[in-house]
């Protein structure tokens, strides 16, 4: 049975702290008429925690943060076709790297982002006015760690973040602005910090943050280091790795896509944090996987409303061994959806085997072209990576409980770290192991008997593809600003974000990123 309490028994008290937050992380204060009994009630400590973990499921909507690390890479366009997916251009800026500080995408992830600090904030202050116990203390050690979370975000997306102190109540100060090694360093010690404080998987699950997530997170922040910070930190990258891969707590699957099955449980051996889902209740289009990329006449079950839009590149489908990888194709849902998992490609069929068409008339076949500004309606190869529920009742809720982080992911976060290091054998030792285990059935993918830093690049976009990792992935190995389908090059100040307009404003420490 999964557990839903995190993500959707929120009281009273996330309704009042959602009308909170705001471009400069908070702006505004607490309303006490609205939530002070709530705040300053103990029994009320487990709802305290409850919204910084709700704005995790933030990272996952396709149309915001999801979309700037995937739609501003090879892994993923969403051209215009005829009239439909324009939305003043919108998604051509992102995959042409055109946006400036105005973009709708970066003003709603900016918010959307600060909206988490902002309630971790809230969280690790009213909690620690109660008496203190093991209860407060962890969800203390949470708030800190989900905090740390959302600034590393930041970083990512824009090289710097606004801060205040969860205890800083004047709201008339202007919060600091971390940037480079200073705010790096900064995360990395508030991680450190809670560590060794925190639960382990065990004891509470992948939908709470452990032990685990803090190594995992650890990891990705020291192999992003020298883009982040300027220096490398390949030694403390693989320490982190090795503390989750001996820890016995986490395995790779031999079944690939076990992990992206309807009935999937938060117990999974692979997962290290998960965002828990449900199409039990209603969640809205953001959470949505299959909507937005299958052409309008896929329907099938209660599906009936399908957009026709987001598709992958011929440059990063050329990359694949289409035949001997697992993670390429499965047909495990054929019977009930009439499509396979992996990428969509050829003549397209519908549940009862029907060869399908365009709304032309013309067979329903996709193809590797694109054209971005006037796409048909076939153009681009279709992406399904997460299982839906033929028999919801709510299509445009999800029923994927989703990682956001993984064990496949920290291997090959210790091999490139071996590789870059100077211990290729043991590089290419951690890459054979995750390839090993994806094979396509009776077929064998072959072991790799030289390594280069384009092998490392290309296994992590054959397993965490569509997952929102590209873009990082890209930068950090020199690539993000190179030509690829529909894209020319462009220039390396794209490889940060605009800060939007709406955070510059109200904030007159932060400071334009270069190029724009």
């Known amino acids: 049975m999964k557990r839903y309490s995190i993500l959707f028994s929120l009281s009273l008290l996330f309704l009042s702290l959602s009308f909170m937050g705001c471009t400069d992380l908070e702006e505004n204060v607490i309303d006490e008429q609205l939530g002070g009994d709530l705040v300053y009630n103990p029994s009320n400590v487990q709802a305290l925690i409850h919204p910084p973990y709700a704005s995790l499921r933030q990272l996952i909507e396709w149309y915001d943060y999801w979309g700037l690390q995937q739609i501003t890479t090879d892994e993923t366009v969403f051209p215009t076709r005829g009239t439909d997916w324009f939305d003043n251009g919108a998604w051509q800026q992102l995959h042409l790297h055109t946006w400036n500080a105005d973009h709708i995408r970066l003003q ?60 800083q109540l004047d709201f008339k100060v202007t919060p600091v602005v971390l940037e480079g090694k200073e705010a790096v360093d900064f995360i990395i010690e508030e991680i450190k910090h809670v560590l060794p404080n925190l639960k382990t998987r065990s004891e509470v699950g992948t939908e709470r943050v452990t032990q685990g997530a803090a190594h995992a997170l650890l990891a990705k922040l020291y192999l992003n280091y020298e883009v982040y910070g300027g220096e490398t930190k390949w030694t403390e990258t693989i320490t982190h790795c090795n503390e989750l891969i001996t820890s016995g707590d986490y395995e790779v699957t031999e079944d690939y896509w076990s992990m992206f099955q309807k009935d999937v449980t938060d117990d999974h051996p692979e997962f290290i944090l998960t965002v828990p889902m449900s199409d039990e209740v209603e969640m809205g289009g953001g959470s949505v996987w299959i909507n937005f990329t299958l052409h309008y006449h ?8 399908l957009w026709n839009g987001g598709s992958t590149t011929s440059t990063f489908v050329d990359t694949w061994d289409q035949d001997n990888d697992a993670r390429f194709y499965d047909d495990r849902i054929m019977s009930e959806t009439g499509f396979n998992q992996g990428f969509l490609m050829g003549q397209q069929y519908g549940v009862n085997g029907e060869a399908l068409e365009m709304r032309n008339g013309n067979p329903l076949i996709f193809v590797p072209t694109i054209v971005l500004n006037d796409s048909p309606e076939n153009y681009g190869v279709r992406v399904i990576k997460f299982a839906p529920n033929p028999d919801t009742e709510r299509q445009f809720s999800s029923p994927n409980d989703v990682p956001l982080l993984r064990i496949s992911d920290i291997y090959l976060t210790r091999a490139e770290a071996k590789f870059r290091d100077g211990d290729e054998d043991g590089a290419l030792e951690d890459i054979n192991f995750i390839r090993s285990r994806r094979s396509a059935e009776g077929k064998v993918l072959p072991e790799l008997t030289v390594l280069t830093l384009d092998d490392i690049l290309d296994e992590r976009g054959f397993e965490l ?23 020319p090059v462009t220039s390396a100040t794209k490889s940060l974000f605009a800060l939007p307009t709406s955070a510059v404003s109200v904030n007159e420490n932060l400071k334009q990123n270069d190029g724009y």
């Open 465 to 487: 593809y569509w997952e929102g990792f590209r873009r990082q992935d890209l930068i950090r190995f020199g690539k993000y600003t190179n030509a690829w389908q529909e894209k």
């Open 108 to 167: 709603n992830v900016w918010d959307m982002m600060s909206r988490g600090v902002f309630r971790a904030n809230t969280a690790m202050y009213y909690i620690s006015l109660f008496e203190q116990n093991a209860t407060t203390e962890q969800y203390i050690n949470e708030a800190r760690f989900l905090r740390a979370y959302y600034m590393y975000t930041f970083i990512d997306l824009w090289g710097k973040v606004p801060f205040r102190p969860a205890d």
């Open 298 to 305: 896929q329907g099938f079950g209660n599906y009936n409303s």
